[in-house]
């Protein structure tokens, strides 16, 4: 490919992530806020409008929902989805709080699926969304089952960005909540990318013993006390478990 292609690709999904992130735009706004033509970012709208990923309403542009098509067949493809079968909503039950399912793509923690129990905070947690590893407890879940040299490498790339007051930012101190993780079969995050609410994972590995993803339950610190994030940690772990079995038969 060559580098005009490359540019074309890359403005093409520049303008698709505005739209996404900050809703109908004009062509004029969105060629102010991304710096760019007003002449090209129009000629890449009309172009993406042809692929049904882009419409019209009158003078704003938005995305279509053919991104939820793609999204929802990508899911159905993902063996860790198959095989969470109804864990996932027996966990939201269970817990009564907010149960998602994560992987781990290009360095982040990435939700694929989302349930939410009778007591749940809308935590505005849908599938496709991303977030550091390092500050979540499903991505410590499953750094703390990635080789070191792995762990160590993403830390490279992508530092430790302090996403709340609370989140770890020094590595010598993560490694060490990583190797608790990995011996108590689960992880918790305290405020560390939502203030006020603790989340706990459980780490989904295969027969092979490779992270495959994690099952995290979410809820307010107020009512995830000492003994309820134990409770809560045992239920996640079971499902982890099941799921891990599930695989064998996906």
Do not use: W
Not at 148 to 160: A, F, N, P
């Amino acid at each position: 490919m060559t580098n005009q292609s490359n540019q074309s690709v890359r403005r093409a999904f520049t303008l698709v992530d505005e739209l996404a992130e900050n809703g109908p735009r004009g062509v004029s706004e969105l060629a102010n806020d991304l710096d760019m033509p007003v002449s090209t970012v129009h000629d890449y709208l009309q172009a993406l409008i042809t692929t049904g990923y882009v419409t019209k309403d009158d003078t704003d542009y938005r995305t279509t929902t053919r991104f939820l098509e793609v999204g929802h067949r990508q899911c159905h493809r993902l063996e860790v989805y198959k095989a969470v079968s109804d864990e996932l909503e027996t966990v939201a039950e269970e817990t009564g709080e907010h149960a998602t399912l994560l992987i781990e793509e290009d360095d982040q923690a990435v939700i694929v699926a989302v349930q939410e129990g009778p007591d749940a905070i809308n935590l505005f947690a849908y599938p496709g969304a991303r977030m550091p590893l390092h500050a979540t407890a499903p991505g410590k879940a499953m750094l703390a089952h990635m080789p070191r040299e792995r762990v160590t490498e993403i830390i490279d790339r992508h530092g430790l960005v302090e996403v709340t007051p609370r989140t770890v930012t020094d590595p010598d101190v993560l490694f060490e909540q990583l190797e608790e993780v990995h011996g108590k079969g689960y992880a918790i995050d305290v405020g560390e990318r939502i203030a006020g609410m603790v989340c706990i994972a459980a780490p989904i590995r295969d027969k092979e013993d490779r992270i495959r993803g994690a099952i995290c339950v979410c809820g307010p610190r107020s009512r995830l006390d000492e003994d309820r994030r134990t409770e809560i940690a045992d239920v996640a772990k079971r499902a982890a478990n099941v799921t891990q079995v599930n695989l064998d038969y996906v």
